[in-house]
């Protein structure tokens, strides 16, 4: 009997959002906007995807038809990578519209990531912000309130609350019976996001993350459903309550997400790039120059040559001694500017970690943080394509370097500046380019992804969980 | 045993005593009347009976159990007629009792629809039209073949003949009678001094809380002292 009286109070509700054109308008207006701003999107990274592939290809093509040169020219010649967006980017670019999809790789630099896309901002005057994501985090809520937020406080206006009680229908039954409701016009509105979904795990994304973000928006909405359930159950009036739920919303959507980055950067500072770029200049000066085989910080390293192969002078020795310093010293620079990255990628980790526990606080930043990590688009992911970037990077300047040292003559390469003839004799074969590997880079696992999202998930079921004993509570104590 | 019974109840709503050490009791197939000016405690009194209300001293029984222990009961036994009934807008008058029954575990055809809506004399051709379309009097009269369709044992029913037309108030008065004489106990309460004296057994006059008064329907006759009532009612209100 619960069951069948749950059912047909939900069933109830339904019927009058289908007869009140309002709401059946304010619906189809959503899911309209659901649509289109997801087509949008897909089109516009399906279009991305596509263009960075090509790109991709099109460097290395260009790295490997390089013709023989002095193998340190290649490696000043260097190479770009560029990162695809991964097909989930669809619903959540995330910090992919802001961090760079693009990277030059040479020799003893490490280059930010550039060119972030904005060339969609151009040609949808700003639109282009407006993603899946963002319209279910931040729009979809207030669109639940707008329909729910009354309720059960209709029942009390309308003076139907005594009448129904009276029926022998408890007020657990009502609550479960209108919670059912609006989760099921939730659960309508994630149709658009399912299509994306699809759409995502047709481009090559991964079936169980895809699963994973329809499941954590559910959640999210759900979440949003025991909110305004609660409110509507508690305040006895439309307006009041229609008020308390948007400053929920505000607080929630708006001021928290605010507080959570404005404290993670006034409790975790991290120094400018300017500031952190001095201090690794003057580690990195100590390390020495590696275009220079004469400076004092390879003396050592010179001497253990001469004593491992047993010669006088570094003309005799069987390796091309300037290419052993240029590996040394690209060797030493890079543990030099791995320390530093891996320092401020550290600091950034804890920021958004420390940003993250405000999702205690508003289910919008647990919801943020588990659709950027589902969707691959978050800041582990960018870290990821940096530390992926320097691999390459490294793997091929030392390989280059591995060509001067073994294939190119130090004698001849220290005559190369005499004249045309001797600068052709350095020029290595363009075979030897082929030290490049191929890169692609590809979302985290959906293992990996889904363990990211756990903690959000955590919050949003604490979130979830704690609505819904407030409701039972509440329910158990409605009266007309 | 009495099929309705307050024994020495008091309530207090919003730190207000609105019932004090009021006690009655009602026997099956009778019809009893609480009457009352506005803030005498009649409403509060049904809503104690339907454990909407706790009371802060004394106790309701119906069928002779404890309300707030058996609340349930309480409510499976009851039919309870709101003043001001609205239903849903939304719905019609078909829509509206289907669904009330359905969640009361009644099943009902089209057939016991339309008998009850003929007996509170709702016009068939506004059964399938949206109550938003309704005048009051016509709500209400869903709302009483409402209460008649729960077919249990006892109805309240709180100002049932407001907003109807005096055509309407006969009708529902005879109806009433109809129930009583069928087995059914009528809690009403009403300010109406000459429907009460028309339909009830007894009356119970209830002024700020308190009983102060009562009017039985002498044997034979077919109502109660109207003028009677209707000066203890003036004399307690002027008081």
């Avoid at chain 1, 308008?25 to 087509?39: N, W």
């Avoid at chain 1, 995330?94 to 972030?116: I, K, P, W, Y």
């Avoid at chain 1, 404290?263 to 120094?271: G, N």
């Avoid at chain 2, 709101?82 to 359905?102: I, K, Q, V």
Wanted: hydrophobic share 50%; charged share 20%.
């Amino acid at each position: 009997m619960t069951m069948n009286r749950i059912l047909a109070i939900a069933r109830e509700e339904i019927r009058l959002r289908l007869r009140s054109r309002l709401a059946l308008y304010t619906l189809l207006i959503f899911a309209v906007l659901l649509t289109a701003t997801s087509i949008a999107t897909a089109l516009r990274m399906s279009e991305e995807h596509r263009e960075r592939s090509e790109q991709q290809a099109l460097a290395e093509e260009t790295f490997l038809s390089q013709p023989d040169r002095h193998p340190h020219r290649m490696v000043h010649y260097g190479h770009y990578v560029f990162r695809a967006s991964p097909p989930l980017a669809m619903i959540d670019p995330c910090v992919d519209a802001v961090t760079g999809q693009s990277m030059f790789l040479e020799g003893h630099r490490q280059n930010t990531a550039m060119f972030a896309d904005a060339r969609a901002s151009a040609d949808l005057g700003g639109f282009e912000g407006l993603t899946a994501a963002l319209v279910y985090q931040l729009f979809v809520p207030l669109l639940l309130i707008a329909l729910g937020h009354g309720l059960i406080i209709r029942e009390r206006e309308e003076n139907t609350l005594a009448p129904l009680l009276a029926q022998g229908v408890t007020g657990i039954e009502l609550y479960a019976g209108k919670w059912i409701a609006l989760a099921g016009v939730a659960l309508v509105l994630l149709l658009p996001l399912a299509l994306v979904s699809a759409a995502a795990v047709a481009a090559g994304g991964s079936m169980p993350a895809s699963a994973g973000i329809i499941g954590l928006y559910a959640l999210y909405l759900l979440v949003w459903c025991g909110l305004i359930l609660l409110v509507s159950a508690l305040v006895r009036l439309r307006a009041p309550s229609l008020g308390v739920l948007v400053l929920l919303w505000l607080g929630t959507a708006l001021i928290v997400p605010r507080m959570a980055v404005e404290s993670a950067s006034a409790v975790l500072p991290i120094p400018g790039k300017l500031t952190t770029d001095l201090r690794m200049q003057e580690e990195l000066r100590e390390v020495g120059d590696g275009h220079n085989a004469a400076a004092p910080q390879y003396r050592q390293l010179r001497a253990n040559l001469l004593a491992q192969y047993e010669v006088e002078r570094v003309e005799d020795l069987p390796v091309n001694f300037r290419g052993v310093v240029a590996e040394s010293a690209e060797a030493d620079l890079t543990e030099v500017m791995n320390k530093h990255a891996e320092e401020r990628m550290a600091l950034e980790a804890r920021q958004a970690r420390f940003a993250e526990t405000f999702g205690w606080l508003s289910p919008v930043v647990a919801v943020a943080a588990g659709s950027r990590a589902l969707s691959g688009t978050d800041l582990a992911t960018h870290h990821r394509f940096l530390r992926e970037a320097e691999e390459v990077r490294f793997d091929f300047v030392q390989g280059l370097n591995r060509v001067h040292v073994e294939q190119l003559a130090y004698s001849v390469d220290m005559n190369r500046s005499i004249d045309a003839e001797s600068e052709r004799r350095t020029r290595m074969s363009a075979e030897n380019w082929n030290v490049l590997d191929e890169f692609s880079f590809r979302p985290a696992a959906a293992g990996e992804r889904l363990a990211r999202a756990g903690a959000p998930l955590a919050m949003l079921f604490a979130w979830f969980g704690l609505l819904t004993a407030g409701g039972v509570h509440a329910a158990r104590k409605m009266r007309p | 045993m009495p099929v309705l019974s307050a024994q020495a109840l008091s309530v207090v709503r919003s730190r207000q005593q609105v019932l004090k050490d009021v006690s009655f009791s009602i026997p099956q197939g009778e019809v009893h009347a609480l009457l009352g000016g506005n803030g005498a405690g009649k409403s509060t009194t049904l809503l104690t009976f339907l454990g909407f209300l706790a009371p802060a001293s004394g106790s309701v029984h119906v069928q002779g159990r404890d309300v707030h222990e058996n609340l349930a009961a309480a409510r499976r036994a009851i039919a309870y007629l709101p003043e001001s009934a609205t239903l849903y807008g939304h719905l019609s008058a078909y829509e509206n009792l289907r669904y009330f029954l359905s969640l009361a575990g009644t099943d009902t055809d089209r057939d016991e629809l339309d008998a009850a809506l003929d007996r509170v004399a709702l016009q068939p051709e506004a059964r399938g039209m949206r109550m938003q379309t309704y005048s009051k009097g016509m709500r209400q009269k869903v709302a009483i073949a409402l209460a008649i369709l729960r077919d249990t044992p006892i109805l309240l029913l709180d100002e049932p003949t407001s907003g109807l037309d005096p055509v309407a108030i006969d009708e529902f008065n005879r109806l009433a009678r109809d129930l009583a004489e069928a087995g059914r106990t009528i809690l009403l309460v009403t300010h109406d001094v000459y429907g009460a004296c028309h339909v009830a057994d007894r009356i119970d006059l209830l002024q700020s809380g308190v009983l102060v008064g009562a009017f039985d329907r002498p044997p034979g006759m077919d109502r109660i002292d109207t003028e009677a009532v209707h000066a203890a009612f003036a004399k307690h209100a002027a008081a």
